[in-house]
């Protein structure tokens, strides 16, 4: 059964500038224990410094999905959510 997970996107900004064009495909369905592919990519001008947080709907607490290569122009990653919401 599909649950109401989100993932959040973080930006380490470590200059003061704005990122500007950092994205993330949409995750259509997130069911408990499937990992979903997570597909993102960067303009030149943004960050090489960034990570991916998740957590529940209903959650306070955000865990840390690190990304591999940050600096490249794109890249996916699979990211799981362990808990129903």
Known sequence: MPTS???HMYTLLLTG??????????IPII?????????????AG???????AKKGIN???YSTVTVPEPGAQSG??????????
């Open 17 to 26: 500038s704005l990122a500007n064009g950092l994205t993330i495909s949409p």
């Open 76 to 85: 996916e990653l699979l990211v799981t959510f362990t808990t129903p919401q």
């Open 46 to 52: 943004d960050p090489t410094s960034w990570f991916l």
């Open 31 to 43: 069911t408990q224990l499937v990992p979903v592919t997570v597909t993102w990519s960067r303009q």
């Open 5 to 7: 997970n989100y993932v």
């Open 59 to 61: 959650s306070a607490q």
